[in-house]
C-alpha cells in the first residue's frame, strides 16, 4: 500500500471515529495547501482587476468611436470574444482513477454530470454577458456594489439546489460582510443607494447565474470533472498569436495614419487583453478557488477579494477614503471573522488533507441527488434572469426609475449649508447680482421653501419664482437656486470642465456660456478644461480625458453646455454621446435644456433615449416644466432636475446706450419659427425687424472670449429698442436682465417661450405673451404708453443725413 493511500486511510478511519488529529504531514500540507490557495487568490484579484479594467475601456472607447454599437451590442461584441478565448485555451477532463478505500476505482461521466456541464456552460456565457451589459450601461462602481451581494445569492442557490439549512453564522456574517463591503466600497453613503437602484437588475441577474453555475461546477468537482488548460500544439499557438500581432499592428498602424479614428487601437487591444484576462480569472475561479472553498466560501472570497482592488485604489491615491469607508471595512471584517471561525468549528471534526488523499465516500460537497430539485432550481434562475432582462425595458422601468431615482443626492448635504449667504459684491466681469427681496413678508411665507434641499426635491424649484413681480426678485431667485443646486452637487468638489459651449452668433447660447462661467466664477471652483462645440473634436476630448486622469471622481466634475438643442439638433446630442462615454466614472451634469422632439426624427428619439436614460452618473436640468415632463417619459432611470436657464448667471445688467428705434424686433427664420407675418408698421413708429443672427461680432483671440463678446452684442442689440418684441427665447431672457418691456411670440407647436415665462417670469408685470405679430405689435405699443415716462428717449439726431 502506498503512503498516500495510508494516509488517506487513515484520515477516513480518524474522522469516522472521532478521533483525528492532524500529524506533521498533515500540518505541512495543510500549510502547502493554504500557500497555494493564496497565491491563486492573488492571481485572481490581479487577473479580474485587469478583465473588468480592460473591458471598460473597450467598452468606453467603442461608444466614442461609432454611434452604430448600442450598449447591448458592444457588450455582445466583448462577451463573444472572452468566451471565444474560453474556447480555445480551456477543455473539460475527468479523473478516471480515483482511489476509493484503497483501492484505485475507474470512475465514468454519469448523466448528472453531463447534466452539470451543460447547466455550467450555459450560466458562464449568460452571467458573462449580462456582467459585461451592466459595466456598459452604468458606472464600474455600480456592477462592483451589486456583486458584492453575490454571497447571499449564492447561500440562497446553493440550499435549494442541495436541500442543505443554512448555519447560524452564515446567516450572521453575510449581511455583516455584503453591508460592510457596500459602504467601502462606495464614494459616499448615497451612492450605495444609487448603486442599488441604477442597473441593479442587469447585475443581479449576472448575481442568479453566476450562483447557479458555480453550484453546478462544485457538482462537475465532486464527480472528478476538471476545466483545465487545453494544449493547442505548438503549431496553432503560433497562429493564435502571430493573427493576433497581425490585428494589434494593423489597428495601431491605421490609427497612426488617420485611416481609423484615433483609439481604434486601444479598443482593440483592451478587447483582445479582456479576453485573456477573462480566461485567467475565470480558470482560477472555477478550478483553483471553487475546487477548496465551497460555494458561499467562494462568494465570500470574491467580496474580500474586490474589497481588495479598492483597497488598492486607496492606497494608490486614485480614490478618498472617509471614516465611513473605513466602519464599512471594520463591519465587514467582523462578518468575516465570525464567518471564519464558524466555518472551522462546523469542519473541526471532518477535517481531511485533499492534496495527499481523497476519499469519495466522505466528502463534504454532495453529489446531485434529486434532477428534479435541479430542475427547478435551475427553472427558476432562468426565470429570475429574464424577468431582470424584462424590467429593464424603457417602459416597464419608468415608474420605479422616477420613484427611485431621487432617494439619495449624489453628495454628503452635511458638509454644506443650504441656504450660504452669499456676496452680491462680490460679482465679476463687473455685473450685477441683486440682493434678497425688501420684502420680509414674502420671505418669511417661503421660509420653509427657500430652506428646502432641492436635490431631494427637484421638480418643486419653480415654486416661488412666478409669484415675483421685479426684474430684480426673478433674477435673485433664479440666481439663488443655481447657487445652491450646483453647491450640492459639486459636494465639495473644486474642479470641473466645461464642454460643448457655442460661440454662434445666436446671441442666447454665448450669453448661457457667461451664466455659467460667472456662475462657476461665483462658486469658486476652477475651470481645468474647456472647449467648443466646434472644438471638441475626438482629439480633444482625449486630451480632455487625459487631463480628468490627474482627478478623482469626487474632486472633478463634468460640465455639459446647456441650451435649447436637447433631442432637437442631433449634432449636438452625437457630440454629448462622445463625451459621456469618455467620462464614464466622473457626474456628469447637462446644464438647462429644452426639449425639442420633431415629428420625423424618430431614429434620433430612440438613440437619444438610449443615450440619456438609467444614467447613473448624469444629472440633466430641464428649463421649463414642459421639457421635464418630456424628459421624464423619455428618460427614465438618469437624475432631472427643473433648472432655470443658465444665462441668468450673467445678473442685472444695466442699459449702457440710448435707444434707437421705438422697438426692436427679433424674427427668426427658421425651423423653430411660427411663419408668423409682420403686421403694416405704423408711420410714427421706429421698429427695426431683423433677426440678430445678422448682427456680426468681431472674433476673440480664444472661443471664450469670441463667446463673451457676441453675448454682450447681443445685449447691445436689444437696447437698440426702447421696447422689444421678440420670438426668440433669449429675446426674453436678455430683456429680463436689461430690465427693457417686452412682447413675447409663441411658437407653437414647440411652445418654447410660453413653457418657460409660465415656468419662470410669469409674475412680471412688463412682459406680454402672445402668438400673432398682430397682436405683438399692438402690445408693444401699449408697453410704450405705460412705461413712456421711464423709458430712455430715442436719440435725437437718428434722422439726420448722412
Known amino acids: 500500500m502506498s503512503a498516500r493511500s495510508t494516509i488517506a486511510k487513515q484520515n477516513s478511519q480518524s474522522v469516522l471515529t472521532g478521533k483525528f488529529r492532524p500529524t506533521d504531514d498533515h500540518r505541512h500540507c495543510r500549510n502547502s495547501s493554504i500557500m497555494n490557495l493564496l497565491k491563486a487568490f492573488i492571481a485572481w484579484t490581479v487577473s479580474s482587476y485587469a478583465c473588468h479594467h480592460t473591458a471598460k475601456v473597450f467598452l468606453t472607447e467603442v461608444s466614442a468611436l461609432t454611434l452604430v454599437l448600442t450598449p447591448v451590442s458592444a457588450a455582445a461584441v466583448l462577451s463573444l470574444v472572452q468566451l471565444l478565448c474560453c474556447c480555445l485555451v480551456t477543455k473539460m477532463s475527468q479523473d478516471k482513477s480515483v482511489i476509493v478505500d484503497d483501492a484505485q476505482v475507474t470512475k465514468t461521466t454519469t448523466k448528472d454530470d453531463k447534466a452539470c456541464s451543460y447547466v455550467a456552460m450555459t450560466m458562464h456565457v449568460l452571467s458573462t454577458f449580462l456582467t459585461n451589459w451592466s459595466l ?15 454571497p447571499m445569492v449564492s447561500a440562497i442557490v446553493q440550499w435549494m439546489w442541495l436541500r442543505e439549512g ?109 479576453g485573456v484576462f477573462h480566461v485567467t480569472y475565470s480558470l482560477i475561479s472555477t478550478s483553483v478557488i471553487l475546487r477548496a ?73 454532495r453529489k446531485l441527488t434529486a434532477s428534479n430539485g435541479r430542475c427547478q432550481v435551475l427553472a427558476a434562475a432562468l426565470i429570475s434572469a429574464a424577468l431582470c432582462l ?20 449624489d453628495d454628503d448635504q452635511q458638509s454644506f449649508p443650504l441656504r450660504p449667504e452669499w456676496s452680491t459684491q462680490s460679482a465679476p466681469f463687473g455685473l450685477n447680482w441683486p440682493g434678497p427681496p425688501d420684502n420680509a413678508t414674502l420671505l418669511s411665507q417661503w421660509a420653509d421653501f427657500l430652506s428646502l434641499d432641492y436635490t431631494q426635491h427637484p421638480f418643486d424649484t419653480d415654486r416661488l419664482a412666478p409669484h415675483l413681480t421685479t426684474n430684480e426678485e426673478v433674477i435673485w431667485e433664479i440666481q439663488r437656486l443655481h447657487m445652491q443646486v450646483m453647491t450640492s452637487l459639486l459636494g465639495g468638489r473644486r474642479h470641473v470642465m466645461l464642454l460643448d459651449f457655442s460661440t454662434s452668433e445666436n446671441k442666447g447660447d454665448p450669453a448661457i456660456t457667461v451664466g455659467e462661467v460667472a456662475l462657476l466664477r461665483r462658486l469658486n471652483v476652477t475651470v481645468v478644461f474647456y472647449c467648443s462645440i466646434y472644438m471638441c473634436s475626438d482629439a480633444k476630448l482625449k486630451e480632455a480625458h487625459k487631463i480628468s486622469r490627474n482627478f478623482t471622481p469626487s474632486s472633478l466634475m463634468i460640465l455639459l453646455h446647456g441650451g435649447g438643442n436637447l433631442v432637437g439638433y442631433p449634432e449636438s446630442d452625437i457630440l454629448r454621446k462622445k463625451i459621456l462615454n469618455f467620462f464614464p466614472d466622473f ?115 480664444t472661443p471664450m472670449e469670441t463667446s463673451f463678446l457676441i453675448a454682450f452684442n447681443g445685449l447691445s442689440f436689444l437696447q437698440r429698442g426702447r421696447v422689444v418684441i421678440t420670438d426668440r427665447l433669449h429675446g426674453h431672457i436678455l430683456s429680463v436682465l436689461l430690465g427693457i ?44 404708453q405705460r412705461y413712456e415716462s421711464s423709458l430712455p428717449p430715442i436719440m435725437t439726431y437718428w434722422e439726420a443725413k448722412y
Not at 483545465?228 to 503549431?235: E, Y
Not at 425651423?671 to 468681431?698: C, H
Not at 418691456?741 to 417670469?761: A, G
Open 136 to 150: 456598459a450601461r452604468m458606472e464600474a462602481a455600480s456592477t462592483l456594489a451589486i456583486k458584492l451581494t453575490e
Open 166 to 274: 443554512l448555519n447560524c453564522h452564515v446567516c450572521v456574517s453575510l449581511p455583516l460582510v455584503v453591508g460592510g463591503a457596500l459602504v467601502f466600497i462606495s464614494d459616499d453613503v448615497t451612492h450605495v443607494q444609487q448603486a442599488l437602484t441604477s442597473g441593479v437588475m442587469l447585475a443581479m441577474a449576472s448575481n442568479v447565474l453566476l450562483a447557479v453555475r458555480n453550484v453546478a461546477i462544485k457538482g462537475l468537482h465532486s464527480g472528478k470533472l476538471n476545466v483545465s488548460l487545453r494544449w493547442m500544439g505548438w503549431n496553432r499557438l503560433g497562429l493564435t498569436a502571430g493573427v493576433s500581432f497581425v490585428i494589434l499592428a494593423s489597428s495601431s498602424t491605421l490609427a497612426i495614419r488617420r485611416v481609423v479614428s484615433p483609439g481604434t487601437d486601444l479598443a482593440v487591444t483592451s478587447l483582445l487583453l479582456s
Open 293 to 365: 472553498l465551497d460555494v458561499v466560501s467562494h462568494a465570500m472570497a470574491n467580496v474580500i477579494k474586490r474589497m481588495l482592488v479598492v483597497a488598492l485604489l486607496y492606497v494608490s491615491g486614485s480614490r478618498s477614503a472617509s471614516g465611513v469607508n473605513a466602519a464599512g471595512l471594520a463591519m465587514a471584517s467582523v462578518g468575516l471573522a465570525v464567518y471564519v471561525r464558524g466555518k472551522a468549528a462546523v469542519k473541526a471534526e471532518s477535517w481531511r488533507c485533499c492534496p495527499v488523499g481523497t476519499n469519495l465516500k466522505g466528502h463534504v460537497y
Open 390 to 409: 424584462s424590467l429593464t425595458s424603457v417602459n416597464t422601468l419608468r415608474p420605479l426609475h422616477l420613484t427611485l431615482g431621487y432617494l439619495g443626492a
Open 587 to 701: 457626474h456628469c451634469v447637462l446644464l438647462s435644456q429644452s426639449i425639442w422632439i420633431r415629428k420625423d426624427h424618430e431614429k434620433h428619439l430612440n438613440m437619444c433615449r438610449e443615450l440619456y436614460s438609467h444614467r447613473e452618473n448624469l444629472t440633466i436640468f430641464l428649463r421649463d416644466r414642459q421639457s421635464l415632463g418630456l424628459a421624464q417619459k423619455h428618460f427614465p432611470g438618469t437624475k432631472l432636475m427643473l433648472m432655470p436657464d443658465m444665462a441668468f448667471g450673467l445678473g442685472r445688467v444695466p442699459r449702457t446706450m440710448p435707444p434707437t428705434h421705438d422697438i426692436v424686433w427679433i424674427k427668426r427664420s427658421d425651423s423653430e419659427s411660427s411663419n408668423y407675418k409682420i403686421p403694416e408698421i405704423p408711420a410714427n413708429l421706429k421698429v427695426q425687424v431683423e433677426d440678430w443672427w445678422k448682427w456680426t461680432t468681431n472674433k476673440g483671440r
Open 741 to 784: 418691456p417686452h412682447v413675447l411670440i409663441d411658437n407653437p407647436p414647440y411652445f418654447k417661450l410660453s413653457s418657460f415665462r409660465r415656468t419662470w417670469t410669469a409674475g412680471l408685470s412688463n412682459t406680454v405673451l402672445v402668438t400673432k405679430g398682430e397682436e405683438a405689435l399692438e402690445k408693444a405699443q401699449e408697453l410704450l
